[in-house]
């Protein structure tokens, strides 16, 4: 297996995982037996531990292990719990399978990321086709998991999810021909000082989806559309994704401040478009602008650490972002904007497009003060 290929199966094993883990979780734990109140504390018991998992746990296991050893053990442990819910088990064990896999899964995140950065540097492999391929496969199996728990419930998605964590512990196995010389023993070092003003604004730009990822499909069906309508509506935010990154990966080297803004603008008038509804298809737009909020500001991101971080220090830099902008930020923002959002929607869905809109300023601050510093 060539290391691109091997690349491009790593993204779409873990999109595939991440697709179940992200929409289907709750219904899971449902069907194993916890309450919906008792599935939402496990759900944000995991959401805390796994930003300390991203933030300390992966750059210690790298610095020790390398990419590829760390692979070869994590995905097996979690293959093993996830099939082991599936056992008839007191409930007590399953919820700590439960917070252990809401841990330790996210943590593939900064974990792919520092394959695809050590791959489209070495080996010159297309990193936007590596998203395309992840993107691609979230769709995919949104849709298979979709059917199999109409045909046989959430057990059966279960089971899938463990099924797919097993193929991606077999990739992880199989490689041999993947140099990790330069990350293999990183994580260690201080982080440059730009990086935290890029962290800041990328925080700000994720953490703005806290309404739309806790409350969207919520917010549509308030709306008066269809369960269909509004799983479209989710799905054509993915759809609007793929073909951001086929553009990318066709443009030229793209500059990672004009990422940055371009995700920044079109976060705050998507949020604006959700929160003064008017009429479907306004809502169509505002999905579309996905590729400008989500890609954009994440694609910026990306390419900023593999240009402007020392390659050893890449664990630590995608272990800080994953924790910081995904864990984080993400569920400090939705703490605070839940008792907004029961007061007023509206309200809840301006005050992102404020947070997106400060982290506009923080791109217009950085290009006006620090351009010989930080540029890239």
Known sequence: MSPSVFTYAVFSFLFFSWSIFLFYWLPILEHLGFGVTQAGQLISIGLITRGFAAYWFYPFCIKRLGVIKFGQWLYPLLAFMTLCLVLPIPLGVKAILSVLISTFLPVGIPHSETIGSAAQKRYDTDYELARIFGSSSFILCILLTSVMTEVAGFGASLVFLGLILVGMSALF?????????????????????HYYVYLAIA?????SHAVYYAFGVKTFLDYGLSTTYASSLVALGVVAEVIFYVFCKKAARLNVLYL????????????MLYGSFSSPTLLILASALHAFSFSASHL???????????????????GVYAAV???FATGAVTALVAPLYE????????C?????????????????????????
Request: with cysteine; proline share 3%; net charge positive.
């Open 203 to 207: 925080a700000a730009l994720q953490a």
């Open 173 to 193: 196995w199989k490689v041999r021909a993947f140099d990790t010389s330069t990350t293999s023993g990183a994580g260690g070092g201080r982080l440059p000082k």
């Open 325 to 327: 902008c995904m864990s």
């Open 300 to 318: 910026g991101f990306i390419y900023y650490v593999s240009r402007r971080v020392p390659e050893y220090l890449w664990p630590k830099a995608y």
């Open 352 to 376: 992102m497009s404020v947070l997106s809109g400060l982290a506009l300023l923080g791109c217009v601050w950085v290009r006006k003060d620090q351009r010989q510093v930080i540029e890239s």
């Open 260 to 271: 940055l803004l371009l995700g920044s603008a079109g976060g705050a008038v998507r949020w």
């Open 343 to 350: 007061l007023s929607v509206s309200a809840s869905f301006y």
